[in-house]
Structures are given as C-alpha cells and as structure tokens.
C-alpha cells in the first residue's frame, strides 16, 4: 500500500480536530428548557444576558451550558406537622413552580441546579409546619383544609420572592390524622349531624303544629259567624231553594210541600 503524502497527513490532524471542535461546540436545547452560559475564560456564568433558548447553538468548546427545565414542575411532599395541640398531623402536598427565566443565570450562580432542595422544599416545610401549627385536628379534617392551602402558598411565597424561583400554586392534596383522632372526630360530627337534623324535626313540627292551630281558629271563627247569621227565615228560603232543584231533577219523587219542623218543606222519592 502507498503511503499518504506527508503534505496530506496535516490536512487530516486538522480536520479531525476541526470535527472535534464543532462536536463540542453544538448544544442543543429541547422544548421547555433553557441553558445557562458558564465562560471559562470569560467571568464564569453570564448573568446578564438572557439565557439560551430552545434549539441549536454554537459555543466556544472550552465553555459549558447547564441546561434547566423552564416550564411548570411539580413537587410532590409528605410532611409530619403539628397542630396546634401538639398532635402529629401528616400532610400530603404538592407545589407547582418553575424558575424564573430572565434570573436563570444568577439562579445557576447562587443556588445552583440543586436549588429545589435547598431553597423550594425547606420553605415548603417551613411554612406548612407554621400554618398548621394555629388549627386543631378537627378544623383540618373538615372546614379549614382550604384556607390552610392557601395560608401554606402565601407564606412559601415569601419565602422564595427573591429566590429566583416562581411558585404558582400549593395543593394540599391529603391530611392524615391519627386514627383514634380521626375516629372520634367522625363520631362527633355524626352527632353534631344527628342533632341539627333533630333540631330541623323539632321546628318543622312546631310550624306544623302552629298551621293547624290557625287553620282550626279560623274554621271556629267561620262557624260562628255563619251561626250567627243563619235565622229562621235565612233557613226557610234555603230550604225552598233546594226543593227547587231537588223538582227540576229528572230522577222520580214526591215533594210534599208543608209545614215540617222549622216550618221547612218535606221531600220524600219513591226510591
């Protein structure tokens, strides 16, 4: 085999090394991420520039990208809490956050890419620890979970203003009292239940009671009237109206038209 011509074999070096160059200076962001420049001779992670979008980029092969996820992320959390008479309350949680994409750089330079951990979930604990602390069990288990799911987010959200790091929203997707709590807990408001709906019997038959009551006054008071005003001769012409009627009907009768007691007609049918 002939040997490559010595001018040849620099061009090769060259090229290889060209191919190793640009294989090292293509980064390539992915959808939902960003990258943070760190320039090895140049100040080390650049802050003041935006970081790098989505898509292909060329970098100098001495310098590094540390790639970030930038949309929205869930952090799920079990945490053992007190309340506020000293019982262990166990909350399940989850925080949605993303970091904040004009600070990535100083995000990278201060808190680092392990910055869920040490900023996010300690102010998390932190906050949930210092809201359930003011409820008793029973206010956790029935009417309070969502004002202590928002109380836990705005006080995490204190915490992490300034941290780079923007917090969306805080779920409090559990709470697990202990069992003998619970347990009593359940018996108490089935008789707080039991007792309304009690309480509901007792006043909806007094109003029952009441109408009746009003109903029988009114028919009293409308008899008497009526006693009052039906006199002999009232009853006389009643009567006569309705042997009237009782002549016009086409079923078979005799009326004997007399003087029965009250001086009213007698009607008496063949059937």
């Known amino acids: 085999m002939e040997r490559l011509p010595k001018y040849l074999l620099p061009g090769l070096l060259g090229f290889f090394v060209l191919v190793i160059l640009i294989s090292k200076s293509a980064i390539t962001i992915g959808s939902g991420q960003a990258g943070v420049l760190y320039k ?51 909350i399940d949680a989850s925080a949605w956050f993303q970091p904040t994409f004009e600070s990535l750089g100083k995000l990278h330079q201060e808190k680092s890419e392990q910055y869920v951990n040490r900023i996010l979930l300690p102010a998390i604990r932190s906050a949930a620890r210092s809201v359930v602390g003011r409820y008793t069990p029973e206010q956790l288990y029935s009417s309070k979970r969502d004002a202590i799911q928002q109380e836990i987010f705005a006080e ?106 009250s001086g009213l007609p007698l009607i008496l049918g063949n059937n």
């Open 40 to 90: 090895t001779f140049g100040g080390g992670v650049v802050t003041d520039e935006a970081p790098l979008g989505e898509g292909f980029h060329v970098v100098a092969p001495w310098n590094r990208v540390f790639i970030y996820e930038v949309r929205q992320q869930e952090l799920f959390e079990k945490m053992k809490v007190l309340s506020s008479n000293g019982l262990e309350i166990q």
């Open 156 to 261: 995490t959200k204190i915490y992490v203003e300034d941290q780079y790091i923007q917090l969306n929203e805080i779920l409090v997707r559990d709470v697990t009292l202990p069992p003998t709590i619970r347990e009593a807990i359940e018996k108490k408001l089935k008789q707080e239940q039991e007792t309304l709906e009690y309480e509901f019997r007792l006043v909806t038959a007094d109003k029952e009671a009441q109408r009746q009551r009003i109903e029988a006054r009114g028919k009293a008071d409308a008899n008497l009237i009526l006693s009052a005003s039906l006199t002999d001769k009232i009853l006389q012409d009643k009567g006569i109206d309705a042997t009237i009627k009782l002549s016009e009907s086409p079923n078979s009768k005799i009326v004997i038209v007399g003087s029965g007691e």
